[in-house]
């Protein structure tokens, strides 16, 4: 197994170069550059926008550029973002830890939430309730992230004044809450933008989780199970759900581009300061370090994920590991 | 020179089909409730400020965004202040800020501005005038590449004979003296700043946690999310009003006008004008109206996009870009894309400047000359109803960008005028970095630009004059070079009378509407959206927020964001 991953972290490398060296050149290549971005009036002495581009070597052949960036890069540094006035690092490791917080919530619910639907659906297959959910499920699963993101926010921030409108917490409360309240306004700015992105994948996962599980229950050991007089519950939880939970493993690595694709529109409808609004927000500064940056750590934790679910794969099924 | 970006034209959408809003307006502005209140119950309060983009640094010299401009022009003062006005010749109507007085020198080479000894910075060391003397430096300083320096080119330096005491010294006579000294430089504190290099100046620490003089001073900065200001107790001009304001930064349009109308902002800038009518019937806010410093206009290139050693085959010619103008309906244009909440541009200015004309002689809208001219030049209606010359169709490109709106549809509508003609224009959109650069690199036949004022006259030159159009990326991207033109600028620069500055300015803009370098489409009024509760809401056109300090929150009609004890601002 360790050839395997060890396989793996290569393959996921290399790709990693190849996004980055591909994202550096479509961008370098496109019109624009950050300074003509930031420094965009006519007003603007020319003197200016030459000064900053000297600094930041935009004046420089593209190889030169991608040679030294290339050396950053192997140095962990990221740059400076001209837009941002501030070190890509720092620029990044203020928006990160949102995003991961954000998926990570939106992971766990709709992972809960798509198996609990696929095993009720799977239990009444065939029934008004399968169908309904059935129905359910495919309606947010076709659904558009960024028009699912706009009803939620102006039903029940609009209308019912349920939830908060944006952001991370209330800016005018929030310095002079204690800790806990603190948490709880986060966690309170944080359902809405975690529910849109958590339906969206909790229906994918409920549809392969009830293919799954009927599946797994026409095989024999069910039948075993219910003959051996194994309660209807037991059998479903304990035999059922366990063994039709390993493919639903791979749906975790699948998991992670959709949503960090799905929060590039939720994090801006709910402008919430994020990786997904901080790319966005990027290509319209014509930012070239932050995106390659961005670029660099989307693919990383694309890969990553692919990795782990690779890696989870291997340690629940013994044939993985065989082979 | 005051740079802002162009955010409000990229946030104007859809075109009004309602009627005339204007009395809307009227009606809601002036909703009662803007009643004096005593002087006692008008302290406290916070207002939220819904903005659509994060500052960058809060450093003058370097400071390009709109956010950063309006957190610093709330955290440290000018030495002076013009008028409503604006007029930027001589000292008339200006009030002090960081000058309590001033003097002019005999020759009148000299300004010597006394600092008030009563004002401090923030962390409360006295304000000094070696402070202007530092501020002035780190603005010229090569290093700090602050796009103010340039227009301190005629200041040569500062003297201090005295510790509140700041004698300006300039290189020549010029009736924008007083403006370029008083104004153009937010003063700095050199007991913080004098050991920082000026070319680290924007990832300083103080970029992050500035320390002013201004009547708010800076609380807090979450990056990306909001900006904290203070009321200053100690303010050396009296406390402003309103104790907390808060930018609140969200990036969707849209979710800041819904924070508005659900309470939980108090202030929007700009309001897109088809949101005006729902906006305006929200019970809980009032709607705004002021004056403008924009103006939007088709810029034609005269020289060759492929080329630009070369002149432009069309647009070259005075009499086809004339015949051109007149094939346009502007009132009709600015009708359809603003409805009421718009006028039609004289020129590159605005009505709120002091140096509008509106005597200016315009070219009629006349297709019926349009036509007339071009068969006089040879372009001949062909079976497609395209004009043509020695087999070239007249046909050109109008490059939008798509983030605007109201350009693009203004190229529509400007595409059927041409049409009737016998022109073809096409809408060539592209994403706002591509037109940047090629308006930069001079690679457009026509642009729909949107430009922001800044309210100095003499800047015209920057967009519309020579040495601007040579510059390898000049602000005079459409080249168009008249030496007449730049010597009416430049004497009208020179005179001390305003009435005689006025007159040469008014030619040089007759000369403009004749030469027609571009066609001058429209001016649009601003809608600001503003909570009830917050009185009375009087904005600038070059500063919303110059009289923000004025503005209060009455105790009876307070909120819970308004109740925060003073105590824990001042922490």
New interface residues.
């Given amino acids: 197994m360790a050839r395997l991953l060890l396989r793996r972290a290569i393959h996921g490398a290399l790709i990693i170069w190849l996004v980055a060296t591909a994202t550096f050149f479509l961008l370098h290549l496109a019109p624009g550059d950050p300074i003509a971005a930031s420094l965009d009036s006519p007003l603007t002495p020319p003197v200016v926008r030459t000064h900053y581009r000297h600094e930041y070597g935009l004046d420089q052949p593209l190889s030169v550029q991608y040679g030294r960036w290339l050396v950053m890069m192997a140095h962990g540094d990221f740059g400076f973002s001209f837009p941002h006035r501030r070190p890509v690092s720092s620029v990044i490791a203020s928006a990160l830890p949102n995003t991961l917080l954000l998926m990570g919530v939106a992971l766990l619910l709709s992972f809960v939430a798509g198996i609990a639907l696929g095993l009720i659906q799977a239990r009444h297959r065939g029934r008004p309730l399968d169908w309904g959910l059935g129905l359910g499920s495919l309606f947010f699963y076709s659904m558009p992230d960024f028009w699912l993101a706009l009803m939620l926010l102006f039903l029940f921030a609009f209308v019912w004044h349920v939830f908060p409108v944006t952001g991370m917490f209330d800016p005018v409360m929030y310095p002079y809450y204690g800790f806990w309240q603190r948490v709880g306004d986060r966690l309170w700015h944080l359902v809405l933008p975690a529910c849109t992105l958590a339906l969206l994948s909790a229906a994918a996962i409920a549809r392969f989780q009830r293919a799954a599980l009927l599946d797994v229950a026409g095989e024999d050991f069910v039948l075993t199970a219910r003959a051996k007089g194994v309660s209807e519950r037991g059998v479903w939880l304990h035999h059922v759900l366990r063994n039709a939970l390993l493919p639903v493993i791979t749906l975790f690595g699948l998991a992670l581009p959709v949503l960090l694709g799905g929060s590039v529109f939720v994090e801006k409808v709910f402008s919430w300061p994020g990786m997904g609004l901080l790319t966005v927000e990027a290509i319209g500064t014509r930012d070239y370090p932050l995106l390659c940056a961005a670029v660099v750590i989307a693919s990383v934790l694309v890969i990553g994920g692919s990795f782990v679910a690779d890696a989870l794969y291997a340690v629940v099924d013994p044939r993985v590991r065989l082979e | 020179?005051r740079?802002?970006?162009?955010s409000r034209f990229v946030l104007m959408r859809t075109p009004l089909v309602a009627s005339s809003l204007l009395p809307l307006l009227a009606a809601i502005a002036c909703q009662p409730g803007d009643h004096a209140r005593t002087a006692g119950d008008q302290y406290g309060g916070?207002m939220?400020i819904a903005v659509s983009?994060?500052a960058?640094?809060l450093v003058p010299p370097?400071t390009?965004?709109s956010t950063s401009f309006e957190v610093d022009g709330l955290v440290f003062e000018n030495l002076a202040r013009p008028g409503a006005t604006l007029d930027p010749i001589g000292d008339q109507g200006w009030t002090g800020e960081l000058a309590d007085s001033w003097t002019w020198g005999k020759d009148s080479l000299t300004i010597a501005f006394h600092v008030d000894t009563t004002a401090r910075w923030h962390d409360g060391i006295p304000v000094r005038a070696s402070d202007v003397k530092f501020t002035l430096q780190l603005y010229k300083n090569?290093k700090t590449?602050?796009?103010v320096?340039?227009l301190l080119a005629n200041i040569d330096s500062v003297s201090t004979p005295d510790s509140s005491t700041a004698v300006f010294w300039f290189k020549k006579r010029y009736p924008g003296q007083f403006y370029d000294a008083a104004y153009q430089m937010r003063i700095l504190p050199r007991h913080v700043l004098a050991g920082t290099d000026p070319?680290q100046l924007?990832?300083s620490p103080f970029?992050r946690h500035p320390i002013g003089s201004g009547p708010y001073r800076f609380v807090?900065w979450?990056?990306?999310?909001?900006i904290?200001l203070a009321a200053d107790s100690s303010y050396h001009r009296g406390r402003a009003r309103i104790q907390?304001l808060?930018w609140?930064?969200?990036?969707?349009y849209?979710?800041s006008v819904?924070?508005l109308?659900?309470g939980?902002a108090d202030f929007l800038e700009f309001v897109n004008p088809p949101d005006i009518p729902r906006v305006g019937h929200a019970p809980n806010v009032k709607l705004v109206p002021y004056p403008s410093m924009a103006y939007g206009y088709l810029l034609f290139n005269e020289r060759d996009p492929n080329d630009p050693s070369k002149p432009n085959a069309l647009f070259s010619d005075r009499t086809l870009r004339r015949a051109l103008t007149m094939a346009i309906d502007r009132r009709r244009v600015t009708r359809s894309v603003f409805d009421s909440l718009g006028a039609v541009a004289y020129g590159p200015y605005t009505h709120t400047l002091p140096y509008f004309d509106s005597t200016v002689a315009e070219l009629p809208f006349s297709p019926d000359s349009a036509r007339r001219l071009l068969d006089s030049l040879g372009w001949h209606v062909g079976a497609d109803g395209i004009r043509s010359k020695n087999g070239r169709a007249l046909r050109f490109s109008m490059l939008v960008p798509t983030s605007s709106a109201v350009r693009m549809q203004t190229a529509v509508l400007l595409q059927a005028m041409f049409h009737d003609v016998g022109v073809q224009a096409d809408v060539e959109s592209?994403?706002?970095?591509?037109v940047?650069?090629?308006?930069?690199g001079r690679q457009f036949e026509t642009v729909i630009?949107a430009?922001?004022s800044?309210g100095n006259p003499s800047?015209i030159l920057?967009?519309w004059g020579i040495d601007a159009a040579k510059?390898?990326?000049?602000?005079?991207?459409g080249s168009y070079e008249n030496p007449r033109f730049d010597a009416l600028v430049d004497t009208a620069v020179a005179q001390f009378d305003p009435k005689r500055a006025r007159a040469y300015y008014f030619r040089a803009y007759g000369m403009l509407n004749e030469d027609a370098p571009a066609i001058w489409l429209w001016e649009p009024l601003t809608v600001a959206a503003v909570q009830k509760r917050i009185h009375p809401v009087d904005m600038r056109a070059d500063e919303w927020f110059a009289n923000i300090s004025q503005w209060y929150i009455p105790s009876d009609e307070r909120i819970a964001?308004d109740q925060?004890r003073l105590a824990?601002v001042q922490r």
């Fill in positions: 020179m740079h802002l970006p162009f916070t939220v983009g994060d960058d640094a370097i390009v965004n090569p590449a602050s796009f320096a340039p070319a924007q990832s970029s807090s979450m990056p990306r999310q909001s904290e907390r808060i609140s930064v969200a990036p969707e849209n979710a819904v924070r109308m659900s939980d592209a994403d706002i970095g591509t940047r650069q090629r308006n930069e630009e430009m922001q800044d800047s920057q967009s510059a390898k990326d000049g602000g005079n991207a964001r925060i824990e």
